[in-house]
């Protein structure tokens, strides 16, 4: 007999996932980074990878390696090398989530010496990064799924649907700040999920990996069943 398991759905499917920061290069020895742990994303990760997916985990300086041998790890240091890295796997993919805190300006140039102090201030030139969900969201086929996060301070809905709709995604995961003990640097998340038919979904606090757990089930409800 045939017994359909939840937990197993994903099995065949192949996800990307972003996590954590990049790093932005002024000179030798510094750097533009942000507070972003990408524990959020080794738990889609891991979550994923034990519903039987095939995971891409892309992952930026400082997060912590999957506990899932299953997953294939791609380190990367900058917005320019996650995007390559996730330009070249995009392709082959069922499913991408995007939940790196990818900066969103680097350094013009980055010096070749250690910029030495000198009296008065000083200023820093920053160009734009790519937008990698955006350029997914470009590339996108009838067949994928496309999931990405916005962080906000204020105006928290209408950013995340601004952001569903101008990066052509089909799901949108808005991390709220709104409640102490959740976001960067905890281990616990509160979501709102927003899709493209209007509906709003919104969760209590909970661990990341249950967070995580939540999101794939919607995913899996929505796209896969
Ligand atoms: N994102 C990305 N590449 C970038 C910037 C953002 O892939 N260069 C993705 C993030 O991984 C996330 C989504 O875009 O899934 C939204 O990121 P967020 O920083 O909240 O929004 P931005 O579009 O960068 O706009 P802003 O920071 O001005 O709110
Ligand atoms: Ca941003």
């Known amino acids: 007999t045939h017994h359909f398991n939840t937990k197993q759905s994903l099995a065949g499917k192949k996800v990307l996932v972003t996590a954590g920061p990049t790093y932005e290069p002024i000179d030798p020895v510094r750097f533009i980074?942000?507070?972003s742990s990408?524990?959020?994303g080794v738990a889609l990760a891991n979550e994923l990878a034990a519903r039987g997916a095939q995971v891409e985990l892309v992952a930026g300086?400082?997060?912590?390696?999957?506990?899932?041998?299953g997953i294939q790890l791609h380190r990367v240091t900058t917005a320019q090398e996650m995007y390559t890295v996730c330009i070249e796997h995009y392709p082959a993919m069922d499913l991408a989530i995007m939940s790196a805190a990818v900066a969103d300006y680097t350094p013009e140039t980055v010096a070749s010496e250690k910029i030495k102090k000198t009296d008065g201030g000083m200023e820093l030139r920053l160009t734009k990064t790519k937008d990698i969900l955006k350029e997914l969201g470009l590339l996108k086929k009838q067949h994928q799924v496309l999931v990405g996060f916005a962080l906000e301070t204020n105006n928290e809905k209408a950013n995340a649907l601004q952001k569903l709709h101008s990066k052509n995604a089909d799901l949108i995961v808005l991390n709220s700040l709104q409640d102490a003990g959740a976001g960067f640097g905890y281990d616990t998340n509160?979501?709102?999920v927003f899709d493209k038919a209007g509906e709003e979904i919104s969760y209590p606090v909970k661990s990341k990996?249950?967070?995580a757990a939540d999101i794939v089930d919607l995913i899996q409800k929505k796209f896969y069943v």
């Open 33 to 35: 980074g942000n507070h």
């Open 38 to 40: 990408g524990k959020m």
């Open 61 to 69: 300086p400082g997060v912590q390696d999957p506990a899932n041998k």
């Open 190 to 192: 509160k979501i709102t």
């Open 209 to 211: 990996s249950e967070v």
